[in-house]
């Protein structure tokens, strides 16, 4: 069965620190991986995409990391700011191949909360 | 910010009402889908659309109905509303041309049955 497991699974820290958040996942066939914040009450936000060959990818302060060999992704936020508290979405594609609606297997979230 | 809009935003209904959530794109995507979603949970497909006419059923079983007669519009349907169907509700569209389907998700619809 085709899971993403991501941790950890709530986070507080102060603003203008760092983080890092982990997406774990056993999906296959692999197409890509996504990262997406969601504010309370809204629909999530894509972040960022990687596809196979890519390790890392960067929007802003957010950069992504992957290792298809571990299967394993990070997100990690540089000089946190209060509106980065959300909650961050880690979505793994297994194509068409993976059935359903382009075989997306989404993880529960790491709800970050940046304190002032 | 993604042209994604769903109505209402907020809806509390008694049970046994029929409702109609609503979801409409004007980016002109092929591909519309419904997610489920508690608090703090992931979310779940319950139904996607590749296109006019076209209307599938997702991983998560749901006594809700869809309809796609056009291209910009995809109505949820629940015929008898239930307190289970208490949840957060998210239109997703994206577009098959990209290479890596981006999706772009409204801002949702929080249901209560009473």
């Known amino acids: 069965k085709n899971q993403v497991e991501q941790s950890p699974q709530s986070l507080i820290i102060l603003e203008g620190k760092n983080c890092t958040l982990q997406c774990n996942y056993t999906v296959s066939p692999f197409s890509n991986l996504r990262w997406y914040k969601q504010d309370t009450g809204r629909g999530p936000v894509s972040l960022t995409i990687m596809t196979f060959s890519e390790n890392t990818k960067s929007n802003g302060r957010y950069t992504a990391t992957l290792d298809a060999d571990t299967k394993q992704s990070s997100l990690h936020i540089t000089a946190s700011q209060l509106s980065d508290s959300a909650s961050y979405i880690c979505v793994v594609s297994a194509g068409r191949a993976g059935g359903g609606a382009d075989g997306l297997t989404f993880g529960k979230g790491t709800h970050l909360i940046i304190q002032p | 910010e993604a042209d994604i809009y769903q109505t209402p935003r907020y809806l509390v209904i008694g049970t046994g009402k029929k409702i109609t959530l609503e979801c409409s794109q004007t980016?002109?995507?092929?591909?519309m889908y419904w997610y489920q979603q508690d608090p703090g949970m992931e979310l779940h497909l319950i139904h996607y659309s590749y296109g006019v006419n076209s209307t599938e059923k997702g991983d998560l079983s749901s006594e809700s109905t869809v309809s796609r007669i056009r291209t910009e519009h995809f109505p949820l349907t629940l015929e008898s509303a239930r307190p289970s169907h208490t949840s957060q509700y998210l239109c997703?569209?994206?577009?098959?041309?990209?290479?890596?389907?981006?999706?772009?998700f409204g801002p949702g619809t929080r249901l209560l049955v009473l």
């Open positions: 980016m002109g995507h092929d591909k």
């Open positions: 997703a569209s994206s577009d098959p041309g990209q290479g890596t389907e981006t999706q772009y």
